[in-house]
């Protein structure tokens, strides 16, 4: 293999198993969504919603998240060291054993196989198959990066890097658990600490896998789809150590007010709101990548995806500490805010990084242009414009449905019952299906443009290194 | 002030101080070239790849 | 060595990574651990019964906790709505923990003794039909299906609940006996939702509404004497609406949001007893009945003072008047 890169077949393998297991995941959101207004759709146990539910954030982190970043990862891995993957055949047999894990693992939620710990629900035998994975993802990371041909790691690799070690720290410890069959099992931990670890993990989860690599692919595909270098190395460096260092205090901010105790709280409000500082230093070091090239924004079809992506991540990093205030928490959890929140990270931040980059580096192995930019910006429109009717929509749900829920007469009784909160929703839960459905449409055109672009070219490689060469320009 | 108070200023300020600290030796012009180097070396051309059996290591 | 010589070695890149990220973890996570204070346990909260267990795993295999919080927090309006306020005492035997995420329906930290049993066989079968704007699924198939109980014994053991095998066949034995029996007060609508072929055996159904009736059941025991002496009117106060016409049209608005689901239309009765009548088991006086409505009383009838208020629960009172002159 003279062009080098081991890894094409792989990273085509799971950019289009990673879109596979997306259209499923949104399929489930769009149920989930219609089940919300009607609940008859309740029709049988695999059907129902709290389910389902799991089906569909499981589907899109696991399924979705973690099959772009391998794709993605693979392809940055080999660029950025200069060097082909060291084993390609662990590769291989890592693709086929994530697309058997995430059937087993859809197919296990549906059946109620379910540890309830939010992103952790899969019982034991399959978190020991999703450890397997992992280590054979590191495996293969880790190895490229000590046979590597370029002496210093750029800041994609650092994040991910990150992400390897992260994710096993905190996947591991707060799987544990103590089976009493092969489908059921109970926490190491119990109660508040339950609580604790769970959500450590899940705040870090969020980090680990819609964070660090995502920035990793943003660091990466911003310059290389538009020929600049980043704005500053240094102020990554800064960024990511703080960013990686703050953020694993920060779970029990999903538990403001809970028995938890009140100075793991404090702590992690204190640190949310340290980590507004690298946050917005990667989303400055992407603005000010494209000082005095804004024009790009118009003529490259790649760079809107990766601004407004950027935007987004700023603005849910902005969101994320002001919702974990005493005040505001009081009034915002458990509300539709916290789902408008965490959807504008995922339908705006994770989806727009990671379709651009697929498009990107599919142009790229395939030898091809992308099969079409007309279908690409088809494609950016109807997300925007899906995610933001589906996220401020649910801002402005939530805080109704707070306001409700707190509203006293003179007396000092309760202005409105639950029920009148519900009744009030329904108008909301409709425009958010809208806002799904337009999403779903844009998510199934980039589907069709990422296979159409994905075909191996007929020809030479060299024609196609060529080709991908001008696409890069 | 309390032993718990002084123990959570004191540690507040060490981060501090260590953030302080990184800054300090990442934003040195003397490192400047250094550390920016990596950003114009990724965009080099990198579609061909060296053979896998060379050991050839550049930078 | 120079700092910046770790972007060049991978694997001391990767250990320094591992140490940034354990220094949030050991703290916020770890240690906490080791702190009794934690999770401190009270011999007031007592372990899940047998049942109960099984209930617990079926509101986590049907993934309740998705839409169901069982916290309720440290603020005014919401003592009001859902009652005392969690405790860190009452998760001592939760693994997992139940606390949720997001309230698409209400809270459960105090769904224990609030109804009786009979309105949560209604409500899971058909929840539509008892609040007409609830998008609370239905999940008829719970009562379609006989309780697995062959590892019961095993997650208990397993959980440390600190009884046997034996125990555990007792609680079993003794609470089919209990919900099959006729006398049961859930009876005629546990058969109304239960299949003939297993109206002698314990459901799914059965299981799940005996883990919800102990959510919080321990701590309002505790704190049993406080509710008492909350209680608001004597006997024989008078209700300032006896007879205010607009105050009895406001009451039925209240009673339609409030009371129809279980007392039925114009107080017909239905889950709760038929109170278009002057035959009362708690009483007939003013007072008496807004101690009723107030307060609660046992068997399912919860307290609405805190929600409504006392003006709002005079005028539930006058157009529950107005019920019983309608009928005369």
Redesign the interface.
Known sequence: ??????SDSIVRGFALSSVFWLLVGLVVGLWLAA???Y????L??WL????L??VHTNGLVFGFAIGGIFACSFHIL???T???LVFPGLAKAQLWLFNIAIALAALSLFA???????YAELEWPLDIVVVVLWVMFAVNV?GT??K???????????FL??C???VA?VYI?NSLA?P??LT?S?????????????W?YGH?AVASVLTFPILAMFY?FL??ST?L??Y???LS??AF??L?????????H??M?????EW?QT??LA?SMFLIAPSWASVINGFYTMNGNWDKMKSNYLVKFFILGITFYGLQTIQGPTQAIRALS?FLH??EY??GHVHMGTMGWVTMIITASMYFSMA?ISGREIHSVKLANVHFWLILVGQLLFTVTLWIAGIVQGAM?????P????TY????S??AMYPYWTVRLVGGLLYFAGIAVFAYNLYMTSRPKPGTKSSA?AA??AQAA | MTLRATAYLLFTLLLAGIFAGIIAYYFNRKRYERVEAPKHRMLADDNNLPDPTGSRREG | MRFDSLYEKPVLFAIAAVVVISVGTLVTTFIPLFLPSTQPVSPLIKPYSAVETEGRDIYIREGCNNCHTQTVRPLRTEVARYGDYSRPEESAWDRPFLWGSRRTGPDLARAGGKYPDAWHYRHMANPQAMFDKSNMPPYPWLANAKLDTSLTARKVKTLGYGYDGAEVARQLAAFRQTVTAPTYPSAQVRSQVTPVGLRGEITELDALVAYLQKLGRDLKAAQKPVAVSATAEAAESKNPYAGNRAAEEEGEKIFKENCRSCHGEKGAGGVGPNLATTARKYGGSDGELFDSVAVGRPGGMPAFLPQLGKDRVWKAVAYIRHLEKERR
């Open positions: 293999m003279t062009n080098g890169a081991r089940e919300m207004i609940p008859a759709l309740n049988a146990p129902a919603f709290g389910r539910r799991v080999e660029k950025l200069r060097t082909p109620g196989m379910n540890t309830s710990k939010e880790m990066l000590v590597r041909r370029e002496k210093q790691m750029y800041v994609s690799l650092w890097i990150a390897v070690v992260t720290v410890l103590i009493v069959s059921k109970y926490s190491a931990y119990a109660g508040v600490n339950d609580a604790n670890v769970q450590w870090n990466y310059p290389k020929g270098p980043i500053s190395h240094r460096i800064i150590w703080s990686v260092f703050g953020y694993l205090w920060t779970g029990a999903h538990l007010l809970t028995p938890v105790p793991i702590v992690a640190f009081g458990y509300t916290i789902p790229k829920w707190k509203a006293t007469n007396d000092g009784s309760l019952t639950f029920l009148d519900v009744a290194a991908a060469k």
